[in-house]
């Protein structure tokens, strides 16, 4: 079974650009989530897709969004980057149970750099 | 408000010792998940070990367990055996309830010494 998979694996932009990432879950899962990782934040929880239905977001600027498919493959967008976007974005999947025990399978990043 | 704490930022461990790193966190949900995940050089999250709130027993996974001390809020990984393999950043991770995302700590990186 494949994993997640997630493209491009490094992006630089400038600033005031936007960027897409994309984001294939392991086959079969419905639940796709979004990190963005960085040196001084950690990690912190950008949103959560289920069935193409937003189901839980984080605390970040609207400049960030995203959306599910009908085939579960998921695409995050950042509007008008800033120098402090620069960061890894993670993406995860995971069944389609719902509940405290799910855990995540994560995919190997997006490495972003902001110039 | 910070719902997990690692409180060690890094730690060295000799090859062949254990070495526990330490998680605590912050619930009122009476059902919640603790996870592990162990972060390598490669970026890649891979997942090691799952404790749930009403389970009675310590979760063990291999070399990896959970010293799970529900009162005081603590679900410290245990790593027995150290494997220089084993030098990564870790994470805990706690999801309350279902239908809720998983948050994470700040980690601990791990050195093993050859």
């Known amino acids: 079974k494949a994993g997640v998979t997630q493209t491009p694996r490094y992006l630089i932009k400038t600033r005031g650009q936007q960027v897409t990432l994309s984001c294939s879950p392991i086959s079969g899962h419905r639940s796709v989530s979004w990190y963005q990782q960085t040196p001084g934040q950690g990690l912190q929880f950008l949103f959560e897709?289920?069935?193409?239905?937003?189901?839980n977001k984080g605390n970040f600027p609207g400049r960030f969004s995203g959306r599910q498919f009908s085939n579960s493959r998921s695409e995050m967008n950042v509007s008008t980057l800033e120098l402090g976007d620069s960061a890894l974005y993670l993406c995860a999947s995971s069944s389609s149970r719902t509940g405290e025990n799910e855990k995540l399978f994560f995919g190997s990043g997006t490495q972003l750099s902001v110039l | 408000a910070q719902k997990i704490t690692q409180t060690q930022p890094g730690m060295f461990v000799q090859e062949k010792e254990a070495v526990t790193l330490d998680c605590t966190y912050d619930t009122s949900d009476p059902s919640y998940g603790l996870f592990w995940y162990k972060q390598p050089s490669s970026g890649e999250m891979i997942f090691l070990i799952y404790?749930?709130?009403?389970?009675?027993q310590n979760a063990t996974e291999g070399r990896y367990s959970l010293n799970f001390q529900k009162a005081r809020k603590s679900a410290n990984l245990v790593i027995s055996a150290s494997q220089l393999g084993d030098s990564a950043m870790y994470f805990c991770?706690?999801?309350?309830?279902?239908?809720?995302?998983?948050?994470f700590g700040a980690g601990t990186r791990l050195t093993v010494k050859p």
């Open positions: 404790q749930g709130s009403y389970d009675q």
């Open positions: 991770a706690m999801r309350e309830g279902p239908n809720n995302d998983m948050r």
């Open positions: 897709y289920f069935s193409e239905t937003q189901r």
